[in-house]
């Protein structure tokens, strides 16, 4: 009796031991199946083939990150130096005609260049790796700004297969992403280096009396981390088919996230590239299923930091119990982890089959199922889009989910593609950028499921309808009310949108045409301030120190143009005016009040009720117009009380 309750104790000691040293893969197993049995489309070859896809440019870059965790570093800087790469191999390939090859090689040399700086800095500086990498974040990114003037450029053909397919269904993103991984395992397991980032993250000051050049060994590590940003940049660009100057933001801390999750730690001398591996599909498993079940992405946000603290606390649970991670290349029975994995699979294949039981034999009417993707929900623009399409959603009866790309072109392509998998009806696009989009809007085609555009086109693909008002049409009545307003003459400046983005490129281009009409006028500063009312107003305080004497503002969107009013104080509505875009409900207010003189609006929760109407009927198979164009009017004091909205 004893013996066998000494036998289950020690086997309930050996399960317990074996969850905690391989926490992230249990993780993993256990989100896998709880996916499986609350979604009936996340078990299918295409859907896990996104996950590949959608989890690859966050684990390149996450690859890197774990040689700078493992040596007790930080880099924030991964995300903005792939941007960087990115337009530098587009720019040099297209504007200036280098051979590919060449702008490729330059492209990874700007990324280690970008890294020799941050190690530069860090080693010979002094600096602090979070302030060293927190300067090249913004550096790099000013870079990629400048050298693309705020504008996607696209990218060379050859090296957009990048982001195909190989026979047809083996994405190529997923291939790259292996590769990097088998690197970083050989030069974490099998290398001098290391081995001297494992020593360097265990005891900084003891691998120096051993003999280690730890500067220089510095400057190899993140050297290594922006080589693996500038390959991500260059997957991710080609994923899009264009290079975005935008492209990447935030990413750094999903990178970081997926090392953690992979159970590495930022005290160093932990880590390897399985874990960071698992990392990063965990992170690709919880917005993909969460994008299934039709979770907010505001909550997507809570859950996925949630895990990540999980994770943290895992890992703090762990060393408590005496369960270390076993470092690559430090010894360990590399059997025993190799079983552990197949035995793993073995587990959740079986566990997984099982429970696609629960969904077989049952079939939803998915053509009364709609996936809105908008571009962003921080913007109240959007929102009323949003709130015109679920009101008209409800009316008609049908299933409408709505993500939330938050102005990422490429969060905006996974979100695409999820909802291809599910097979819905129809699917409504408001695109973060009408050629990014392109690629993830191809893939819809491919489905034979019907695309409906709202707001703003796509180009290079087949939409059923394009539900929008006309930007350009909009700018050039922005710019005749304003120029006529200040009597044909004065000096005026520009806030524009998010750089990169079409309907800023659209309305500053409507605008300019249309000021060519007035040549009294003058556009002393054009800056960006991202379509955000506190960036609208930090930009026009710097811009009024310089420009004391402007007549005039034109703001791209409505709340740009709040916060230039705030700003301008006194003077808005009276020695300066002020016209925005958009007609959202605090532009009214500000009409009303006065101190806006005008918005051109645009009736966003029509578009929004429009656009679903348009994809119930195509679903039904109905016939559509190919362009549906909302009218936009110029709402002045006179007639605000006339519009509705």
Known sequence: MATDTLKSTTGASGLRRLLLDNGALTALIVLVIAMSALSGDFLTTDNLLNVGVQAAVTAILAFG??????????????GSVAALSATVL??????????????????????????????????????????????????????????????????????????????GWLPVPVLVMVGMGLITAFVLGRTYIGRSMYAIGGNEEAAR???????????????????????????????????????????????IAAVVIGGASLAGGTGKASGTLIGALILAVLRNGLNLLSVS?????????????????????????????????????????????????????????????????????????????LSTLNNPFFVQIRAGAQAEAKKLGVDLTVTDAQNDASQQANQLQNFTSEGLGTII???????????????????????????????????????????????????????????????????????????????????????????????????????????????????????????????????????AIKALGSKAGKSVQVIGFDGTEDGLKAVKAGTLYASVAQQPAELGRIAVQNAVKVAEGGKVEKSVMVPVKVVTKENVADFAG
């Open 65 to 78: 990150v774990t040689f700078v965790i493992v040596s007790a570093g930080i880099d924030l800087s991964v």
């Open 429 to 563: 696009v408001n695109a973060v950028d009408s050629d990014a989009v392109t690629p993830a809007a191809k893939g819809v085609n491919k489905a034979g499921i019907p695309l409906v555009a709202v707001d703003r086109a796509v180009n290079n693909a087949d939409t059923a309808a394009l539900v929008a008002s006309d930007n350009v049409a909009g700018g050039k009545l922005a710019a005749k009310d304003l120029a006529e307003k200040l009597g044909g003459k004065g000096k005026i400046v520009v806030l524009q949108g998010q750089a990169g983005t079409s309907a800023s490129r659209e309305r500053g281009a409507g605008f300019t045409e249309g000021l060519k009409a007035y040549p009294g006028i003058e556009v002393v500063a054009k800056q960006p301030a991202d379509w955000d009312r506190t960036k609208g107003l930090d930009v026009m305080t710097n811009l009024l120190q310089a420009n004391p004497d402007i007549d005039g503002v034109f703001a791209e969107n409505d709340e740009m143009a709040l916060g």
């Open 90 to 167: 587009a720019w040099s390939a297209t504007s200036e005609g280098m051979p590919v090859v060449l702008a490729v090689l330059l492209a990874i040399a700007t990324g280690i260049a970008c890294g020799l700086v941050n190690g530069f800095l860090i080693s010979y500086g002094k600096l602090p790796p979070f302030i060293a990498t927190l300067a090249m974040l913004s550096v790099a990114r000013g870079l990629s700004l400048v050298i693309s003037q705020g504008s996607p450029i696209a990218f060379p053909s050859s090296i957009s297969h990048l982001g195909d397919t190989l026979g």
């Open 297 to 373: 992405a505001f909550w997507q946000q809570v859950v996925i930091g949630v895990v990540i603290a999980l994770a943290v606390l895992l890992d703090t649970v762990r060393r408590k119990a005496g369960a270390t991670p076993v470092a690559a290349g430090t010894g360990g029975n590399k059997g025993k982890q190799a079983a552990t994995y197949v035995l793993a699979a073995v587990v959740a294949a079986a566990i997984v089959g099982a429970t696609s039981l629960l969904h077989s034999g049952t079939s939803e009417a998915k053509s009364q199922k709609i996936g809105l993707s």
């Open 209 to 255: 009396l051993s003999g280690l050049r730890v500067k220089k060994q510095k400057l190899a590590i993140y050297a290594f981390s922006g080589l693996f940003a500038a390959a991500a940049g260059i997957v991710l660009a080609a994923r899009l088919s264009s290079a975005q100057p935008q492209a990447a933001q935030g990413y750094e801390l999903d990178a």
